[in-house]
């Protein structure tokens, strides 16, 4: 009865289905044990390795930094010196919560033998620095090229005992993963014989309306959207699909259609509407409009609206100089000093700031309107909420091609760990905007609620005299 083939397929292909996963999950879950125990402890064994490895190189990094600094002097070496005894050390305090038995006592000597070191190589300076004669230092660098020898002679004894002591405990491994190897191959036959037969089985009913349906699907994919897929006298799963895609067809070219109506209108709205506040808003217009009015408060002895107008017109004409570009700090400067003498007039004795900086500095390139948004977020969300207002300080440090930037206030601050609420749109368009300049962050916010606000810029910079 055909009325219950739909029935007699989903079974067949259910009962099947089942039996296969039913197996999969057995010898999977059996194979995928074993093999997790032995990558574990594979990977444990690697990584102790590793980390004895570790110990060996900086005992020979910080001989030759030790080394390098007594015959130079150069503060280099000492930092050299420094990054290998924190490799060393982190080292040593791994293996010394994981070694097994008595190998615990040997990485204990083992760290001996490192401050050891350190303890000679501290008298080696102290006698660099107090001018003990050449002849000296050398023996003492000498001692302490014995005591790198000692410790990585220890490190070579120690990584040969551990693993002597893993090789019986690999013999399982290898032989438990020989198992699972065996196991999957038998897996994979059983899987594929069952599959094969369920295939053949249902190869007549499924596949030819299948195929015929993909090739409908490929030209509809390829732009044909009048597409319809042939549909036979049958009644199961495949011609309700069949039908389910003919009607999605025409139901999304209606919709394309549709679609490319309402954008040729939006496109031709927004047009418009951009057209229209382009001739509204014309920026020169507006900063002759105030050098106008500027000139005309100086003309009737306004001083004060004369120079509230002078910084707004200023601070206009920076930033449609700078929008989009690289500027010489010095123009950034400017910018948050207008910002800053603008705000001054509303807020009055409520507001006082401070900007520290060094003229020489002024040629340094970095990405225009970085540093306005911030100060004006420190201004209305920092300062003006409370009664006594209070300090915003913008300070700049700069050295070695990197400049150091701080915008602080001692406003209401806020929690970091929360949604930053406190920081309007600007601010975070500009962390962005600085992220992808220069291809990593190079913002840092600290706040806490009553306390304050500090932001941190760390930007590469290039001289605009030098062009470099």
Not at 33 to 42: C, E
């Amino acid at each position: 009865m055909k009325g219950d083939r739909p029935a007699t397929l989903g079974r067949r292909l259910l009962f099947t289905l089942g039996l296969i996963i039913a197996l999969f999950l057995i010898f999977s879950t059996l194979i995928f044990t074993t093999i997790q125990g032995a990558y574990r402890f594979l990977t444990l064994v690697q990584e102790d390795q590793q980390e004895i490895e570790t110990v060996s190189k900086s005992a020979e990094g910080l001989y030759a930094a030790a080394d390098n600094y007594l015959q130079s002097g150069k503060s280099e070496y000492e930092r050299d010196y420094a990054q290998f005894l924190g490799r060393a050390q982190r080292s040593l305090t791994l293996l010394a919560k994981k070694m097994p038995g008595d190998l615990v006592y040997d990485i204990q000597d083992l760290s001996n033998m490192l401050r050891s070191f350190q303890e000679l190589k501290a008298e080696a300076v102290e006698r660099y620095h107090s001018g003990t004669d050449a002849i000296y230092i050398n023996r003492l660098v000498s001692e302490l090229g014995r005591m790198k020898g000692y410790i990585r002679g220890e490190c070579s004894r120690i990584l040969s005992e551990y693993m002597d002591l893993m090789n019986g405990q690999v013999m399982v491994m290898r032989s438990n993963l020989e198992w699972s190897e065996r196991l999957s191959f038998t897996l994979l036959f059983v899987v594929t014989a069952i599959c094969l037969i369920l295939a053949l089985s249902l190869t007549r009913d499924i596949s030819r309306p299948v195929h015929s349906l993909v090739e409908s699907l490929e030209r509809f994919a390829a732009g044909d959207l009048d597409v319809q897929a042939p549909s036979r006298q049958r009644k199961d799963e495949i011609a309700s699909l069949i039908a389910s895609f003919n009607t999605m067809t025409v139901q999304i070219k209606n919709l394309v259609e549709e679609i490319h109506r309402k954008s040729n209108l939006e496109t031709a709205l927004k047009q418009s509407e951009l057209e229209t506040l382009q001739a509204w808003i014309n920026p020169h217009f507006l900063f002759n409009t105030l050098n106008s009015i500027s000139v005309l408060a100086d003309l009737e002895g306004a001083a004060k609206t004369q120079a509230t107008i002078g910084s707004l017109a200023e601070l206009l004409r920076i930033n449609l100089k700078s929008a989009g570009s690289t500027v010489p700090l010095h123009s950034e400067i400017a910018s948050v000093e207008h910002y800053l003498r603008i705000q001054k007039v509303r807020f009055g004795n409520r507001l006082n700031y401070q900007i520290l900086w060094k003229q020489e500095w002024g040629a340094l390139l970095v990405p225009g309107m970085i540093l306005q948004p911030f100060v004006e977020n420190a201004v209305l969300h920092g300062l003006e909420p409370l009664e006594n207002g209070g300090m915003v300080e913008v300070e700049a440090a700069f050295q070695d091609d990197l400049l150091l930037i701080e915008i602080r206030d001692n406003g209401t601050g806020f929690d970091v760990t929360e949604t930053q609420q406190n920081i309007h749109a600007g601010t975070n368009n500009t962390v962005r905007r600085l992220e992808l300049f220069y291809g990593k962050p190079v913002v840092r916010i600290e706040s806490e609620p009553g306390k304050g606000t500090t932001v941190r810029l760390q930007l590469w910079v290039r001289s605009q005299a030098l062009g470099d």
